[in-house]
């Protein structure tokens, strides 16, 4: 019995170690697939070496002096280094598979759910429909759907979108964000589109963008200009003067002064075709997860001024409006503000 058992055990370690260097081998394989598409051979070749070189060596030392402490037998220090080599080398193409089937889960299993809210008073009836700038060509195909549905119902439309301001009021609304001398906002969001491979809103809306010079009574962008919200941060800065120094210390912790979109988007167009593939999915999963974070502490520009100020005109605009039945389309972010 006991010599049964003894080799069952031995049976059993040696099916486990075949399953895991099996594992190990195929998603190493794979990994190394994924680190050539990244960077190419010779830098994919020089990662794994490097890993596999150095952590191979660390292993075998551990070993060899293990082996010294319990006082065994010397091992073979070049076997078991070529088997450590060959594992951790191994494992590190594994780790890159992790993180691409990672990035696969949270993207089909876990997207960002925009919410659609439906308020009423009784007397008036509103359907709040949160936006993404950047989002999916389906999603905004299933909007656009249940808008000309709300249009055949009678709905008239209220749309986000600010409007710019003078120069000057431009240049200082760049300013005060952390993006002084760099892309503007909507090339910000239309290349970051193309980053994530997703979609840009306005590519959907043009439509609705006629319809509003056509009929602005029925058709309206309900929203600021850039003038409007730096009269706005002037006044609230002129009430406490301290948030301007806040909004300061908020970029300059948060290093967004020194990150600058028109590099990132300048590498961008050095990477190839293979890269910017992987480049989507690692985006596309990084807003996955980021949009499913609750907000923290905003900076006070964007708590004063791109939220609370705007929320108030939507609401107001809401309220004053004469037609019983409207559909909004805003960021999803404004939708618990506009409600309070």
């Known amino acids: 019995m006991t010599r049964t058992w003894k080799r069952a055990r031995v049976l059993i370690g040696v099916g486990a170690a075949a399953v895991m260097w099996f594992v190990l081998l195929t998603f190493g394989s794979f990994g190394f697939w994924l680190l050539y598409?990244?960077?190419?051979?010779?830098?994919?070749?020089?990662?794994?070496l490097v890993t596999g070189y150095v952590g191979g060596f660390l292993d075998a030392v551990s070993e060899a002096l293990a082996r010294r402490i319990r006082h065994k037998p010397r091992g073979d220090f070049g076997r078991v280094w070529l088997v450590r080599l060959l594992a951790n080398s191994f494992g590190l193409g594994l780790i890159a598979a992790l993180a691409f089937f990672g990035a696969r889960y949270i993207n089909l299993n876990h997207p960002f759910l925009v919410p659609r809210v439906t308020l009423t008073n009784g007397d008036k009836?509103?359907?709040?429909?949160g936006m993404l700038h950047i989002g999916s060509g389906s999603f905004y195909e299933h909007v656009v759907y249940d808008m000309l549905r709300a249009e055949e119902d009678g709905y008239d439309f209220f749309f986000e979108g600010y409007s710019d301001g003078t120069p000057e009021n431009n240049e200082r609304f760049q300013a005060v964000q952390g993006r002084a001398n760099d892309v503007d906002t909507y090339e910000m969001q239309t290349t970051l589109a193309d980053v994530c491979d997703l979609t840009y809103q306005q590519d959907y809306f043009r439509m609705w963008q006629v319809k509003a010079r056509a009929a602005p009574e029925r058709y309206a962008f309900v929203d600021v200009s850039v003038d409007e919200m730096m009269n706005e941060w002037d006044?609230?800065?002129?009430q406490d003067a301290q948030l301007e120094q806040s909004q300061q210390e908020y970029y300059a912790n948060s290093g967004a002064y020194d990150f600058k979109w028109s590099r990132f988007f300048a590498w961008y167009g050095t990477l190839n075709a293979d890269q910017r593939e992987l480049m989507a999915l690692?985006?596309?999963?990084?807003?996955?997860v980021a949009a499913g974070v609750e907000i923290g502490d905003m900076p006070p520009f964007d708590e004063k001024i791109i939220m609370d100020f705007r929320n108030r005109v939507l609401a107001n605009k809401i309220l004053e409006h004469p037609h019983t039945h409207i559909f909004v389309t805003y960021g999803a972010g404004h939708l618990q503000g506009v409600y309070d």
């Open 125 to 129: 009836e509103v359907v709040f429909q």
């Open 235 to 238: 006044r609230v800065v002129h």
């Open 37 to 48: 598409k990244a960077v190419g051979w010779m830098w994919a070749a020089l990662a794994v």
């Open 282 to 288: 690692a985006c596309q999963s990084l807003l996955n």
